[in-house]
């Protein structure tokens, strides 16, 4: 089994749907929690950060974290085609070496 | 300010040959890192190095090594390369200060193993 879950999709909405993207995990130790958008043959950006659980908002994004149930989320509003990515949770112990979700795609049809 | 750069951007090679990627920040980073990734499998952690003059393993390093040729540069050398490391390869840094660990990515290198 491995230690972060993500469902690849893909998943398609329309234009101005709200998106939930969610990772599961099963190591307890992970503290930093983080997801990172990669377009298509870029390199991945990093979109939120999270330290512990709680919610952090950014703009139309907002991540949440759940430790009790190893269960973490990212929430679109407004989705824009400009939105169309493939998003990556990661999360660590301490902050350095990260493992990643496998990605989940992400299509915004306008 | 470019950020993190990697060479070359695609690369194919026959079974055996071998082959070094480059990588190079110049954010003035300390850590730096090499990842691959496949489909399915998200970014998995070749090798990285904490500072300048160290190296470890991460979790798929069979078939690499490193060098940490000083703060600036990180290179990834395949000595005899197989198909099984046809992949997208990503060089990272980060700064590793406090709580915030975000780690820079550069545009990746498409290799691919005949």
């Known amino acids: 089994q491995k230690e972060v879950e993500q469902d690849p999709g893909p998943l398609s909405v329309p234009e101005g749907a709200i998106v939930s993207l969610n990772c599961t995990y099963s190591?307890?130790?992970?503290?930093?929690f983080m997801w990172y958008r990669q377009y298509s043959r870029k390199g991945p950006e990093l979109l939120m950060y999270?330290?512990?659980?709680g919610n952090k908002e950014d703009g139309r994004f907002t991540a949440q974290v759940d430790k009790s149930s190893k269960y973490i989320s990212l929430f679109i509003r407004d989705s824009q085609p400009s939105d169309s990515a493939t998003y990556l949770c990661?999360?660590?112990?301490?902050?350095?070496?990260?493992?990643f979700g496998a990605g989940t795609i992400l299509r915004v049809k306008s | 300010n470019a950020g993190v750069t990697q060479t070359p951007k695609f690369q194919v090679l026959k079974t055996g040959q071998s082959m070094t990627l480059q990588c190079a920040q110049d954010?003035?980073?300390?850590?730096m890192y090499w990842y691959r990734q496949d489909p399915g499998m998200g970014l998995r952690l070749i090798y990285y190095?904490?500072?300048?003059?160290?190296?470890d393993k991460g979790e798929v390093p069979n078939g690499y090594n490193v060098s940490r040729l000083n703060k600036r540069e990180f290179s990834l050398r395949l000595e005899s390369a197989a198909p099984s490391q046809t992949s997208v390869y990503f060089c990272?840094?980060?700064?590793?200060?406090?709580?915030?660990?975000?780690?820079?990515f550069g545009p990746g290198t498409r290799l691919t193993v005949l």
């Open positions: 990272a840094s980060s700064a590793r200060t406090g709580n915030n660990n975000e780690q820079f």
């Open positions: 190591n307890s130790a992970f503290q930093y």
């Open positions: 999270t330290y512990s659980s």
């Open positions: 990661a999360m660590s112990p301490y902050g350095n070496k990260l493992v």
């Open positions: 954010m003035n980073h300390n850590s």
């Open positions: 190095s904490a500072s300048e003059g160290t190296t």
